[in-house]
């Protein structure tokens, strides 16, 4: 059973850094592309970033583009966000996921149910 758990949100103040960990078990995690979302109070669930199998290619939103840094560790099963310079607006719950596919403009679908999501909160 695909099984993913985020972890590492917290309360940060702006221009602060943190990083999030999905821990992946039951599959292999390299061999999906896997994504980040993030859903902020009253607003639709959106894609963050995500990375393709093989790692050969990352997509960023523009709202994170230059800040965020997507990666993985196929030893540790567990996929990464290293999230800079970090807005109030960046507040949100963040997910990860394993995706139908990445490319370098696209997110593609996601599959498998979502995990409970870490919090992030960005405020002074």
């Known amino acids: 059973q695909l099984q993913l758990v985020e972890s590492g949100g917290g309360l940060v103040q702006p221009g602060g850094s943190l990083r999030l960990s999905c821990a992946a078990s039951?599959?292999?995690?390299?061999?999906?592309?896997m994504g980040w979302f993030r859903q902020a109070p009253g607003k639709e669930r959106e894609g963050v970033s995500c990375?393709?199998?093989?790692?050969?290619?990352?997509y960023y939103a523009d709202s994170v583009k230059g800040r965020f840094t997507i990666s993985r560790d196929n030893a540790k099963n567990t996929m990464y966000l290293q999230m800079n310079s970090l807005k109030p607006e960046d507040t949100a719950v963040y997910y990860c996921?394993?995706?139908?596919?990445?490319?370098?403009?696209?997110?593609?679908?996601?599959?498998?149910?979502w995990g409970q999501g870490t919090q992030v909160t960005v405020s002074s």
């Open positions: 996921a394993a995706l139908t596919y990445c490319t370098i403009t696209n997110m593609g679908h996601r599959f498998g149910s």
């Open positions: 039951g599959f292999t995690l390299d061999y999906y592309a």
């Open positions: 990375i393709s199998r093989q790692d050969t290619i990352t």
